[in-house]
């Protein structure tokens, strides 16, 4: 059996880490080895974990990107297997065309393509558009794989 070409919300959040309204992607429209596109209209919602008084400020379109390159490692990953957890490392180049994404009309297109990597890292280029082309967003980000979090018994005093 192999991944599905196309997932909605629910069929996402089972393949993320990020659960309720944190699952920001709503559809997963196309994926390959190399890349992978997802829509959404979250954005424009007022109860988006991510808008604060301002709105839905540009530079949480990174957090969109890196829940499409989450969920792009989720598809990656061997049937039956646990997907690599992933950290954001970095996010670098980032350009920002807009002040907020929550006056966007239509939804988000949100890209990812893996651009090198390897079982410890990959590297992304990303792009969140509007539904007419216009960019909103793009640039790189650094995934880091398999690196637990410290803990208190890990941390040095």
């Known amino acids: 059996m192999t991944a599905p070409q196309t997932l909605d919300r629910a069929g996402i959040a089972l393949r993320i880490p990020h659960s309720g309204s944190m699952c920001l992607l709503e559809r ?40 499409a390159m989450a969920l792009h490692g989720g598809l990656l990953a061997a049937e039956g297997s646990t997907p690599s957890a992933g950290f954001l490392a970095s996010a670098r180049n980032v350009r920002l065309a807009v002040a907020r994404l929550d006056d966007v009309a239509g939804a988000l297109q949100v890209r990812a393509q893996r651009l090198s990597g390897d079982d410890r890292q990959i590297l992304y280029a990303f792009t969140v558009a509007a539904d007419d082309g216009r960019m909103l967003a793009e640039g790189r980000a650094v995934v880091v794989l398999n690196t637990p979090l410290a803990t208190e018994s890990t941390r040095s005093p």
């Open 28 to 67: 997963l429209e196309s994926w390959d080895e190399m890349a992978i596109h997802c829509s959404t209209r979250t954005h424009a919602r007022p109860d988006n974990p991510l808008r604060t008084e301002g709105g839905l400020l540009a530079p949480n379109a990174i957090e969109y990107a890196a829940q």
